[in-house]
């Protein structure tokens, strides 16, 4: 059986056409063969954390739950299922985060009670042995656990889905193409809590995009009288949801830890580091938000604003251009 070049033709630029903005995921290969478990497989925000300067001294911190309250499940051919649609453990990619970070050493409190439980174990046996050799024992034969003066908490606070939709498609005597993509939303809500006082020292929020993808090409042509030509192929991507969320509290934990660089509560080793280019780039990013912010507001009201208006309407973006002003003010004086 001939195929025409034309019909070859078409099909490989309806493929090229409907592949080229595709998302690449962290594995591109199609999954031909099984692959090894690897280690540590971290989304491209890690970074920030591993390029932090490094803390004067690490604060611990207490992490009791990271729950998931959006309250979303899983969606499967237009029906709910069972499953949450996201990880029920993202306290423990907090836990990491904080660990990897360098400036946080959580103390385990998410399983107090195996801690606890464990503790009296110990602490029996350590008795027993102590009175078989005569000896009586004093006190508390273990050390008291470490304390936080910190406590970490919050949650993911929203799950959005279909904040984007479209597609492609283009079709030709019988050949065709189409891709279909949606876009989803993870926002992870994070603050610092004072132990002592019970006083929120500080409060962030992150977003992550969560991207799927769908390509297929077909034919369906009859090359020759009786002849039938057909052909259909097609891959999927889905970005993991577990990735983006762990990309979420990553880059949580980031902002919370620049935050409180910037209101005194913990300080790098060297002063000079808040020049480091992981800090200025939070900075950076902060003005553009501060500008976009003005300029809708300026939109919403059509005219200027004053200051006034901004210390009664726009408080959280005073305090913001107050870490901005502190940051250029500081770099000034070092100068």
Not at 41 to 52: A, D, N, T, Y
Request: with cysteine.
């Amino acid at each position: 059986m001939r195929i025409s070049k034309r019909l070859l033709g078409g099909l490989g630029f309806l493929f090229l056409m409907t592949s080229g903005c595709m998302y690449t995921p962290p594995q591109t290969n199609l999954p031909m063969t099984v692959d090894a478990p690897k280690i540590n497989e971290e989304p491209p925000v890690h970074s920030l954390l591993s390029f932090l300067p490094a803390p004067k001294e690490r604060i611990p911190v207490a992490i009791y739950n990271f729950r998931d309250k959006t309250g979303q499940y899983k969606v499967y051919n237009n029906t709910s299922t069972f499953s949450t649609a996201v990880t029920q453990g993202a306290a423990s990619i907090l836990i990491k985060a904080c660990y990897d970070s360098g400036w946080f050493l959580p103390v385990e409190r998410e399983n107090l009670a195996d801690v606890l439980t464990e503790r009296r174990i110990i602490r029996n046996a350590i008795e027993q042995e102590l009175r078989k050799k005569g000896l009586k024992p004093k006190g508390d034969v273990l050390p008291p656990l470490k304390f936080a003066p910190v406590i970490l908490t919050g949650g993911i606070i929203g799950y959005d889905t279909d904040v984007i939709t479209g597609g492609f498609g283009a079709r030709y005597f019988g050949v065709g193409g189409s891709t279909q993509l949606r876009r989803d939303r993870v926002t992870v809500y994070l603050r610092a809590v004072a132990a002592k006082t019970g006083e929120v020292l500080l409060t962030v929020t992150a977003t992550k995009t969560i991207l799927s993808r769908e390509i297929d090409v077909n034919a369906f042509k009859y090359v020759k009288w009786k002849r039938l030509f057909e052909l259909e192929t097609g891959v999927t991507t889905n970005e993991p949801a577990l990735y983006a969320l762990q990309g979420a509290i990553e880059k949580a934990v980031y902002a919370l830890i620049i935050e409180g660089i910037a209101k005194g509560y913990w300080q790098p080793k060297n002063p000079k580091d808040i020049y480091s280019p992981v800090v200025q780039e939070y900075f950076k990013t902060k003005v553009d938000q501060i500008k976009q912010e003005e300029d809708n507001l300026k939109k919403i009201l059509g005219r200027d604003f004053t200051e006034k208006e901004i210390a009664d309407y726009l408080k959280r973006i005073q305090q913001e251009r107050g870490l901005v002003v502190w940051f250029e003010g500081d770099k000034v004086k070092k100068k």
